[in-house]
């Protein structure tokens, strides 16, 4: 069900024959109101893909009738011809729909610097609005897969309202392991700047401290569409926090299926003296390679958590750090603890915690090893 | 002969039995004179191991009368027993020379988080001292190398004066792939602020732009000691640049031999606005984990390389921007220009040349790709 679980939503998922392997690639969701409130949070990489360029447009008014998502190319870095074809493709769903293209947002995702085949994504397009029903969650979800393993969705029920959601790819907002598109629909009736409040902070703390590999995509965007189809208003602090318990969801599925990873790790940093120096802090170690391919050979090799904290500019004292690994104190004042045979890294799970002495901030920031599988798939990447 | 080259030094490397494989692992570098001016820089890491922190307050005074280098163990966050290790190893060369211990810089390189075992340190200090010889570089050499397969020196001459190194490690002053330990030697009469300048010129073109994987280390030391034995002060500019000569071959040796790499790359950013702006563009695409997996695969993915100069703060606009690889200039201004299959990327040599077409500025980062046995290296990492 997932974006279609909420009421007012139908959605898609078709394929266009983007993709050589011949699996769906081509996904519409489309609000069926009453009310069209959006918002939409998208990579903060300068080089934005066409179909990013699009949708920051076409989001400004804050009404979004739908949003339409291929896989099977990036449209970056392919110029006039690479914009055309994403507003032809907001245009074709807008003409199908009987809406305007303005308020139709377009996502894709594949290789960079290839045309999409216009005929074929338009092609799409038409055989995805004939395909609509209000249980057409599910396919929607499976044909933005990429690397993806499984399709990843999210329900969450409220009294009286709904929030659903699909996800595709494994990284961030910014950075991501590969492009991450998100599609969050929800029935409650909030306007758009109150929907824009709840995204940004949601995706603060969920898809933001998400770090695979260190690398942001061109594409990324997490769109949120409310129907108000519920007739339900509920208070901004609840809908925030349901909205955070969905984006939270979807990552940690982000994670679990993240390209070639063997472990999924979470950096938990307390003793912060700001919750920008604990993310600063988490960052510098999911992003430390020899920290990464460590944990995969199951090595608590806490000397390169150190060496990783010790490149930051976060306020605290790198010889007062203590750092455990799952459970057990290797390392108390900048000095060996526990000795390092006593941690147990054989199972998927590792949870680093590391803490500052320096303050009651904390944040935790999620990632996952460096392995060989990592670099097998994303040396032969061509999907 | 290496650093033993130049007039006024002599040079040792012996086995103290630090490293579990048995191979030599301490080195002793004497400056014999008739003068003793030195410089050093090192790692930025605000983690830093004992020996940086005793070296650190050794140099100050621009006087060196030897150097001493173990690996087989980084000595860093091991505490006040550490510093005391670091300390006794200084007090013990200080001894069997007759000089001052706070004359003598310490560098290690191996395993954090692991006491040295100081016995073994001293009495290889002693063995050491006994085997000094005026063509004892080569051994210095070698008792220095941890996961390098071939001992990395140098040796530059000039009209009556000359320069002498040795290197271990691959990486940079920061970052570092593994510990980057370099001793230069030179018997030219140079004072020790003048040293201090031609030494961070050098290192800054040389040693600075290579960046292995991101990852800084926290023993990091380069140490240019100067003999004056020949009697003979070269022109400051002709004596950097000899200086830069050395460095940037040794940082070519470090990243021919880096820790699993089977591509050299180097990435040559011109039209840049400033020199600032082109290293940090280089430095983003020699960070992107996408980027050298596609390398290693023999892909030319320059999507990647967009991808990534887009998380710069460089000034320059990426649809302007050119990329070429091997020769084929596969991006004009954003857009595909040469197919991508024209690019042979099967040699070990490989050349990014990134045109920002935003000035007259350029800086050319040295990396290496993302391998399969990068991450075997590294998850087994225990010398």
């Known amino acids: 069900m997932t974006v279609t679980a909420p009421k007012g939503f139908s959605a898609a998922g078709v394929t266009a024959g983007l993709k050589k392997s011949g699996r769906p690639d081509l996904s519409l969701v489309v609000n069926t109101g009453p009310k069209k409130a959006a918002a939409a949070v998208f990579t903060s990489n300068r080089a934005q893909a066409n179909p990013v360029i699009w949708s920051k447009q076409a989001i400004s008014d804050g009404v979004v009738e739908a949003v339409v998502l291929n896989s099977g190319g990036a449209n970056c870095f392919t110029g ?6 994403a507003h032809a493709t907001a245009e074709a769903v807008a003409e199908h729909l009987g809406v305007s293209a303005g308020d139709v947002l377009v996502c894709s995702t594949g290789l960079i610097g290839e045309q999409l085949d ?15 029903s209000s249980d057409g969650g599910h396919n929607a979800a499976v044909a933005i897969m990429t690397t993806d393993t499984v399709p990843k969705t999210v329900l969450i029920e409220r009294d009286g309202w709904s929030i659903g959601g699909m996800a595709k790819g494994a990284g961030m907002l910014a950075p991501g392991l590969a492009t991450m598109l998100v599609v969050i629909t929800t029935d409650v009736d909030l306007d758009s700047s109150a929907l824009d409040a709840a995204l940004r902070e949601a995706t603060r703390v969920s898809f933001d401290r998400l770090d ?11 769109t949120l569409m409310a129907s108000a189809a519920s007739g339900v208003t509920p208070a901004i602090d609840e809908f925030t926090a349901a909205l955070t318990e969905a984006c939270s969801d979807l990552a940690r599925q982000l994670q679990a299926d993240a390209e070639g990873a063997s472990h999924d790790i979470a950096i938990e940093v307390v003793g912060a003296a700001s919750e920008d120096d604990a993310v600063e802090v988490g960052r510098a170690v999911a992003r430390n390679n020899l920290f990464k391919a460590a944990v995969f050979g199951n090595d608590p090799n806490w000397g390169r958590v150190l060496a990783a904290i010790g490149t930051t500019s976060a306020d605290f004292d790198p010889y007062q750090v203590d750092v455990s690994m799952n459970g057990v104190r290797v390392c108390h004042a900048g000095e060996p603890d526990q000795p390092r045979d006593l941690v147990d890294l054989t199972q998927r799970s590792v949870h680093v915690l590391i803490d500052l002495r ?13 392995t060989h599988d990592y670099v097998h798939e994303n040396s032969a990447y061509s999907s």
């Open 358 to 370: 320096n303050g009651d901030a904390e944040a935790t920031v999620l990632t996952n090893d460096l």
């Open 80 to 85: 006039a011809q690479g914009f055309q074809t």
């Open 212 to 222: 695979s590999d260190g690398c942001m995509s061109t594409n990324d965007q997490v």
């Open 118 to 132: 216009r005929e074929k994504v338009l092609a799409g397009v038409a055989a995805a609005s004939e395909a609509l």
